[in-house]
């Protein structure tokens, strides 16, 4: 078991469906604690920084267009292993094959507008935490 740290977005269509409230309450009792936390209208230059790594592929442009069509509320999360835990309770990329009662089977519609976003390894959670917060922002709890 390590104790991890990892960065959770709660993509536009869950903010505009108002389950902000639910899914914190998933990771609270998965055991994951919010250390960091802000509301935020992505500009398209912030949302293309944080997705470079899938600036070639096909679904970029819908990618991005999607994250900044609102609000997204932005996280970062500790506990152990937090990042499979956090993946576990995001449920797979597609709701249509993601498992029940995961965020993306309950709150999602499609692979675009997929409710949620975690990070996949230690070292991209680190490159991500830091793309939107200081470490000064960053609560030790
Ligand atoms: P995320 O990064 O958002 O947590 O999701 P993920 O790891 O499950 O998926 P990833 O492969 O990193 O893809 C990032 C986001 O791009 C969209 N996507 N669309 N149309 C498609 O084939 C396709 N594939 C990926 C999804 O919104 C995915 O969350
Ligand atoms: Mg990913």
Do not use: C, W
């Not at 250390?35 to 935020?40: C, D, L, P, S």
Request: no cysteine.
């Amino acid at each position: 078991m390590a104790l991890e740290r990892t960065l959770s977005i709660i993509k536009p269509d869950a903010v505009a469906k108002n389950v902000i409230g639910e899914i914190y309450s998933r990771f609270e009792k998965a055991g994951l604690k919010i250390i960091a936390a802000r509301m935020k209208q992505l500009s398209r230059a912030e949302a293309e920084g944080f997705y470079a790594v899938h600036r070639e592929r096909p679904f970029f442009k819908a990618l991005v267009d999607f994250m900044i069509s609102g609000p997204v509320m932005i996280q970062a999360l500790q506990g152990e292993n937090a990042i499979a835990v956090h993946r576990d309770l995001m449920g797979a990329t597609d709701p249509k094959k993601a498992a029940p009662g995961t965020i993306r089977a309950d709150f999602a519609d499609s692979i675009d507008a997929n409710a949620v976003h975690g990070s996949d390894a230690p070292e991209t959670a680190q490159v991500e935490i830091a793309y939107f917060f200081a470490s000064s922002e960053i609560t030790a709890r």
